[in-house]
């Protein structure tokens, strides 16, 4: 088995990879079309070396999306109250579940059971709002007996739906998180972590229509049954609102929450890399139990978007189909050389200013490989570094199909045969046994001859 080690040299300054090389809840340190390999510890070490920036929430994580890797994290796994951003969950299963002509009918319980002071559109007992029409006021105004409505239609009532959240939380590998209504407003037992919250909103926005409703800034629903008025819902994500200081202009979405338990939270995507922020307990009332209006979650997240969009960048480690290196041939007319091809694509999330030399590739091949041989066929593989810090693997196939030549074959293994170790030890040992057999025939020649003039010299 034979290496090789290459450079891909790249100007610049000094940094680190990104952080982890999971998905909120799954390994993949970089995007391989054709396989991907685990990140190792050094890589992670590396990662640490960049200077990371600083949040005031209790919790938070920045995730690349494209390449399923943290990129930074906070308490990441600490259970903390999700506040509204709960809708997320609410939001997903009712996609699933629901048609978005179905009419939703809001009885008394989903618009009464409510504490005091929470968020509401004002529906009243017997309203009915289509699917469609409820999921914006459900994560854009954040209406919580829009919450109960939906979790009703769903499920038939709050603790079915509940039980549905948990169960569908578990399938998308979520151990830290429980829920207990569809809304969010406070429970002891109702909590999920930067991490998970993460999960959910990386699942939500492969559902369709969701970023449809959660990237407006508003939206006029038409009157119901009960009213003649339209209704206007505003997002309460001010990071959309170019009005607001707290306005983001790469932000995209998804989903705020608030409560005095809570403090401010935020999940939110951002444009380019398809990045996506949850940052979890941001300051919401003082020591003295005032409110505070300042939106620390909002610019926690564009913190960390910017930290990402300038420090650090999606680079492109190979090609499908790039060559990398050739290999010893044998048996094939005419030929004694074979090259091989990277199989899938591979990108690593890097910083965006390289040394030379920051990256370098080892090619793991046979020294040698035996016609016949098929285009495609797996060969070895090629890993890359930074700076000493294994990224990921990519598999190496033949570049061309090679038939064997069966004279070539005889001749190579002729010479294979001649030229192999036990060949060489075996006619040694023959020769070294001839010769002392030879010199065993002489010495017994001479001393026959000896014997027979003794002989003759007695008989006269």
Request: glycine share 6%; aromatic share 8%.
């Amino acid at each position: 088995m034979t290496t090789n080690t290459t450079q891909n040299p790249q100007a610049g300054n000094e940094g680190g990879p990104g952080y982890e090389d999971s998905k909120p809840n799954t390994s993949n340190n970089t995007t391989n079309t054709a396989g991907q390999s685990q990140v190792s510890a050094e890589a992670k070490a590396a990662a640490d070396a960049i200077a990371k920036p600083t949040i005031s929430a209790e919790a938070g994580i920045l995730y690349d999306v494209t390449n399923g890797r943290v990129l930074f994290e906070k308490n990441a796994d600490e259970k903390l109250a999700p506040a509204s951003t709960t809708k997320l969950m609410t939001a997903l299963l009712v996609l699933e579940k629901a048609n978005l002509d179905d009419k939703v009918t809001f009885s008394k319980t989903a618009v009464t059971n409510l504490e005091s002071g929470a968020v509401k559109i004002g529906l009243v007992e017997g309203d009915q709002v289509s699917v469609k029409d409820s999921l914006y006021a459900l994560l854009l105004k954040s209406a919580n007996e829009v919450a109960n409505g939906l979790a009703e239609h769903v499920s038939g009532s709050i603790s079915a739906f509940a039980e549905l959240m948990n169960a569908r939380a578990a399938e998308l590998g979520c151990t830290n998180t429980h829920f207990v209504n569809p809304h969010g407003l406070y429970d002891e037992n109702h909590y999920t972590t930067a991490r998970e919250m993460a999960t959910i909103t990386e699942y939500a926005l492969t559902m369709p229509y969701f970023t449809d409703v959660t990237s407006q800034t508003y939206y006029t629903q038409p009157p119901t049954n009960m009213t003649s008025e339209e209704r206007t819902v505003t997002t309460t994500n001010r990071m959309l609102l170019s009005c607001d200081d707290e306005y983001y202009t790469y932000a995209t979405g998804v989903k705020t929450g608030s409560l005095n338990e809570s403090g401010y939270c935020i999940s939110a995507t951002a444009t380019y890399d398809s990045y996506l922020v949850v940052c979890m307990g941001s300051p919401y009332i003082d020591s003295e139990g005032n409110h505070i209006d300042y939106h620390g979650e909002m610019y926690d997240a564009a913190t960390l978007f910017r930290w990402a969009f300038l420090n650090i960048e999606n680079k492109t480690l190979v090609t499908d189909g790039e060559l990398l290196g050739e290999v010893s041939l044998k048996y094939a007319w005419g030929k004694d050389r074979l090259q091989v091809l990277a199989q899938g694509n591979l990108t690593a999330t890097l910083p965006s200013s390289l040394e030379s030399g920051a990256i370098t590739t080892k090619l793991d091949l046979p020294e040698s490989v035996k016609a016949p041989v098929k285009k495609g066929d797996y060969v070895g593989t090629a890993t890359f570094y930074y700076n000493g810090a294994e990224l990921s693997t990519v598999a190496l196939v033949a570049a061309e199909s090679v038939e064997r030549s069966e004279i070539v074959q005889v001749l190579q293994q002729g010479q294979e045969v001649l030229t192999s170790t036990w060949f060489i030890v075996t006619a040694t040992i023959l020769l070294v046994l001839a010769a002392a057999y030879a010199i065993l025939a002489i010495l017994m020649n001479r001393k026959n001859k000896k014997v027979r003039r003794v002989k003759k010299y007695r008989d006269l």
